[in-house]
């Protein structure tokens, strides 16, 4: 069992950049992918991006290739979401998520079991 906790997001105009923490703590924490996760009012869960647990493999979705970068800091057991060019349609809740997991990444929410509380991020026009 693992507990996620996320801070950053907020407010910020359209072409601005956020980055989002997401701290894990409790048994084998190493051992996990992670990943985030945003869901905007109205709509379904939107899988943007995820890493190894050494940090060697990630994943972009389409929506965001080119302005998110994930990365981790594994003496920290922190992950991080550095979103650039920001628009207001990635205007959403953003969740950190983990799964055990010691070789490459799981691509797709429902893969994953540990998830943080979630942080809004508003991206006003």
């Known amino acids: 069992q693992i507990e996620l906790v996320e801070s950053g997001g907020g407010l910020v105009q359209a072409g601005g950049s956020l980055r989002r923490s997401c701290a894990a703590s409790g048994r084998a924490v190493s051992g996990h992918a992670r990943a985030w996760v945003r869901q905007a009012p109205g709509k379904e869960r939107e899988f943007l991006a995820a890493?190894?647990?050494?940090?060697?493999?990630?994943y972009y979705a389409e929506s965001v290739k080119g302005r998110f970068t994930i990365s981790r800091d594994t003496a920290k057991n922190t992950v991080y979401l550095q979103m650039n060019s920001l628009k207001p349609e990635d205007t959403a809740v953003y969740y950190c998520?983990?799964?055990?997991?010691?070789?490459?990444?799981?691509?797709?929410?429902?893969?994953?079991?540990?998830w943080g509380q979630g942080t809004p991020v508003t991206v006003s026009s």
């Open positions: 998520a983990a799964v055990p997991q010691l070789v490459g990444v799981s691509i797709g929410a429902e893969t994953y079991d540990y």
């Open positions: 890493i190894s647990r050494t940090g060697g493999v990630t």
